[in-house]
């Protein structure tokens, strides 16, 4: 059973960072893309950013690009987003998905549970 746990939401002023993690359990993450996505309230689901297995390839939404970076260490199967410079527009639960493919794809199959991210002062 594929399971995606994501950690290091949390409260945050204006301009602070985050650590976000994903860890995975039931398969080998060290095969496979993450995305990463979040909800606001009231808003849609967003894709805000895709690592592929090995780390070297790596893509953001505008609305986050220069501010939030992915990283992999597949060494400690685990798999992060650093967010910098946040905003309160940053404000959302933020999830990692895989679709058990080594690239990013455009539909995935597996989701965590979601951790939040509030952006105040």
């Known amino acids: 059973q594929v399971q995606l746990v994501e950690s290091g939401g949390g409260l945050v002023q204006p301009g602070g960072s985050l650590r976000l993690s994903c860890a995975a359990s039931g398969i080998d993450p060290d095969y496979y893309a993450i995305g990463w996505f979040r909800q606001a309230p009231g808003k849609e689901r967003e894709e805000i950013s895709c690592i592929d297995s090995s780390g070297d390839y790596t893509k953001y939404a505008d609305s986050v690009k220069g501010r939030f970076t992915a990283s992999r260490d597949n060494d400690k199967d685990m798999v992060w987003l650093q967010l910098n410079s946040l905003q309160a527009e940053d404000t959302a639960v933020y999830y990692c998905?895989?679709?058990?493919?080594?690239?990013?794809?455009?539909?995935?199959?597996?989701w965590g549970q979601g951790t939040q991210v509030t952006v105040s002062s």
């Open positions: 998905a895989t679709g058990l493919t080594s690239w990013c794809p455009k539909s995935f199959r597996y």
